[in-house]
């Protein structure tokens, strides 16, 4: 029992003590269907102008999906993986490729954090600095789907 209450701590102080895992914003009220249909709205103008076929999952702080857009042709785990990715963003509060930087890094100790997707293509949603909720996408390579993320924020602005 001992072991795993030092592992866990190592664990909290490794997260914590990386820059760039550090900078994070706080949790605002959950995110409103008007502006996660408009985020997700955004998204799909941008997977469209790239023409790719995607997922598109919006979700609220605690990772409950709040909107889902599957494009027509999508492989059919994407859904699945744009849920993960938004729920990592919305969850840790940071895009999910910071965690995949992260673990790039040699900071390998991120891969046992539970329920987590580790591959861009997560963002945050922030209204007045804070987060409340998060985009995933997936259906092209993971910097297509945070391109498509990162334009679904925006339009959700």
């Known amino acids: 029992m001992a072991h795993w209450r030092l592992l866990l701590a190592s664990l909290c102080i490794g997260l914590l003590a990386q820059p760039a895992l550090a900078q994070q914003a706080s949790y605002g009220a959950p995110i409103a269907l008007e502006l996660a249909k408009r985020a997700a709205a955004g998204a799909v103008a941008e997977a469209r102008r790239l023409k790719l076929s995607v997922a598109v999952a919006v979700v609220d702080t605690h990772g409950t999906p709040v909107y889902l857009e599957v494009l027509d042709d999508t492989m059919t785990a994407s859904p699945n993986f744009a849920l993960q990715k938004a729920r990592t963003a919305a969850t840790m ?28 293509g997560g963002e945050p949603i922030l209204v007045n600095g804070k987060v409340v909720g998060a985009i995933g996408v997936s259906g092209g390579a993971s910097s297509q789907d945070g391109q498509i993320a990162r334009a679904g924020v925006e339009a959700s602005k």
């Not at 790039?104 to 580790?118: I, K, T, V």
Request: a neutral charge; aromatic letters at 0%; hydrophobic letters at 45%.
């Open 93 to 120: 509060r940071r895009p999910s490729k910071a965690l995949e930087d992260g673990v790039a890094a040699g900071r390998n100790a991120l891969l046992s954090l539970p329920d987590l997707l580790m591959i861009e």
